[in-house]
């Protein structure tokens, strides 16, 4: 029997998310034994620091990608919102599963976003949510919070916080749905660069495992998630920043909503543009210049300063 080895990030959520895909390859490869080996990333070990204050880019998937060229590994699945744009010479994106709902969610007992009290403390990790919670509600005290979602639901279940926001993907995945107090709108809380679906990273040329991963591609987030990242790199932005993309697709045409903004919240700039599906990176890239002539780089530069 053939054996391959997959990579991922060892918390719940993420052996969930890898078990999710390696299950669909197995119905179409029952002949195929899967291996999952758990390995801990730099941003898993430095969990005592703010997310927008850890050192380099692609903290979460460092470690997996060197396991992938080392050949410890045949295969790495990530959280699509953690992956750089910038693949490492050698490997190669090859597949994107079908996105799972891309808003935000807000966790909390009590009440909705715009029924909480003045002053109440909101928990993120991400300064993208931070500036579009504080522009909806510049009343609220946001907190800056690190750990994996059942961490982050206990903060609220245990009075610790008021509530806080994350991908509404993870709590579904999770099965937490209930603890979902509201579903945030794509208006005002546009979601990370990838949110909500999940990367499959391979070696390149390695057509046996390109085959696997084209299985559970979904071409239509594929075509949504190229478009988000050639605009994040048009914009030279990274996580630091509170930059914010969704692609969607309806047919053979494809819409991309971006958002930039400063931590604070205080300035905004969203726009849109749309093209053919088959030409996304190109929309992408569009978008990203148009946002540059807005204003987006003194933004950005600000946020890398802070």
């Known amino acids: 029997m053939r054996k391959i080895v997959v990579g991922s990030r060892g918390s719940k959520l993420a052996m969930i998310q890898t078990e999710s895909v390696l299950n669909r390859m197995k119905q179409v490869h029952p002949e195929i034994e899967f291996t999952l080996t758990k390995i801990t990333t730099k941003g898993d070990r430095m ?48 597949g994107v599963t079908m996105r799972l709902d891309p808003r935000d969610a807000l966790v909390s007992g009590k009440g909705k976003l715009h029924q909480l009290a003045p002053g109440s403390r909101i928990g993120t990790g991400s300064p993208r949510r931070r500036a579009q919670l504080l522009r909806c509600r510049p009343d609220l005290k946001v907190e800056m919070v690190r750990g994996n979602v059942d961490t982050r639901l206990r903060k609220v279940s245990s009075g610790q916080l008021d509530g806080v926001i994350v991908a509404a993907a993870a709590i579904l995945r999770l099965g937490c749905e209930e603890t979902i107090a509201e579903y945030l709108p794509l208006e005002d809380f546009l ?12 070696r390149s040329g390695d057509t046996g495992m390109a085959g696997l991963a084209a299985t559970v591609n979904h071409q239509p987030t594929w075509c949504s998630v190229v478009a988000e990242r050639a605009f994040l ?13 969704l692609g969607k697709v309806s047919g053979v045409n494809l819409k991309l909503d971006g958002m930039v903004a400063d931590t604070r919240g205080h300035v905004f700039l969203r726009a849109s543009e749309e093209g053919s599906a088959t030409d996304a990176e190109r929309v992408g890239i569009r978008l990203g210049k148009e946002m540059w002539r807005m204003g987006a780089s003194q933004l950005i530069t600000e946020a890398r300063m802070r």
């Open 47 to 94: 969990r005592e620091v703010r997310l927008d204050c850890l050192p380099g880019v692609g903290v979460f998937v460092k470690e997996l990608e060197a396991a992938l060229l080392d050949g410890q590994i045949d295969m790495a699945v990530h959280s699509f919102k953690d992956m750089p744009t910038a693949i490492p010479p050698g490997l190669l994106l090859a």
């Open 191 to 202: 979601p990370a660069v990838g949110q909500g679906a999940l990367g499959i990273e391979i």
């Open 233 to 245: 790199r048009a914009l030279g932005g990274g996580c630091r920043a509170p930059i914010a993309a």
